[in-house]
């Protein structure tokens, strides 16, 4: 089945503890990106990657890094998270071209307390 | 810089209603749209692309349209259902194709 898994749905972390979001997808996709959902403030992108080791920054990419070593994987870090990126986190990917659908993840939640 | 909105923010009709949603956005030149469908707690799901060169695509009860010259898309689900509940999301993507702008969402209750 074609699908973009995110782990894990669930987090709480403690201010400062750094963390690990995953995104993987089976559809040997180029683009890949990761959004944020706010209350208010709807879905705004953090980062995108292109292809394998190519990334750049969305809208919000402060206290956000990426990397794109392989194509399928495209993980989310936060070094020091803080309370205002607690948040509902989105990962995306689709093809390469103009006309392509996008593709999301089920979403993760988190909590930092 | 692309802004995509969508009223309303909430829609409640009964069952069997056929319905409109709306999506306008300020930058005509996309070459497509997209349309999401959220259940509460979930991911997002892609309903429909529509492409600029398209003014219709049809997905069994659903059919969204373009207009780029009005800057306006509709989302039209026929006979609705319960099932049908959800926040229904529009989103265009930016020149570069990088990035999708997303609208704040209708969120649709079907009352049985």
């Known amino acids: 089945e074609a699908q973009v898994t995110q782990n894990p749905r669930y987090l709480i972390t403690v201010t400062g503890k750094k963390l690990t979001v995953t995104c993987s997808q089976n559809?040997?996709?180029?683009?890949m990106s990761w959004y944020r959902q706010d209350p208010g403030l709807g879905l705004r992108q953090i980062y995108y990657?292109?292809?394998?080791?190519?990334?750049d920054k969305g809208d919000v990419p402060e206290g956000y890094k990426v990397s794109r070593k392989e194509k399928r994987n495209f993980p989310l870090i936060l070094e020091s998270p803080s309370p205002n990126q607690t948040s509902l986190y989105f990962c995306?990917?689709?093809?390469?071209?103009?006309?392509?659908?996008?593709?999301f993840g089920q979403g993760t939640r988190l909590t930092v307390v | 810089k692309q802004e995509v909105t969508q009223i309303p923010a909430a829609l409640s009709v009964p069952e069997g209603e056929n319905l409109v949603l709306n999506c306008s956005f300020t930058?005509?030149?996309?070459?497509?749209l997209q349309w999401f469908r959220q259940d509460p707690g979930k991911g997002l799901t892609s309903l429909l692309l529509?492409?600029?060169?398209?003014r219709e695509q049809t997905s069994g009860r659903l059919n969204a349209s373009l207009d780029k010259s009005s800057g306006r898309s509709t989302l039209y689900i026929a006979a609705s259902q319960p099932g049908d509940s959800a926040t229904y999301l529009c989103?265009?993507?930016?020149?570069?194709?990088?990035?999708?702008?997303f609208g704040g969402g209708t969120r649709l209750m079907v009352k049985p």
């Open positions: 559809m040997n996709h180029e683009y």
């Open positions: 990657s292109m292809n394998v080791e190519v990334t």
């Open positions: 930058d005509s030149a996309i070459y497509n």
């Open positions: 989103a265009a993507p930016n020149n570069a194709g990088n990035m999708l702008t």
């Open positions: 995306a990917s689709r093809r390469q071209g103009q006309n392509t659908e996008a593709f």
């Open positions: 529509i492409q600029s060169s398209q």
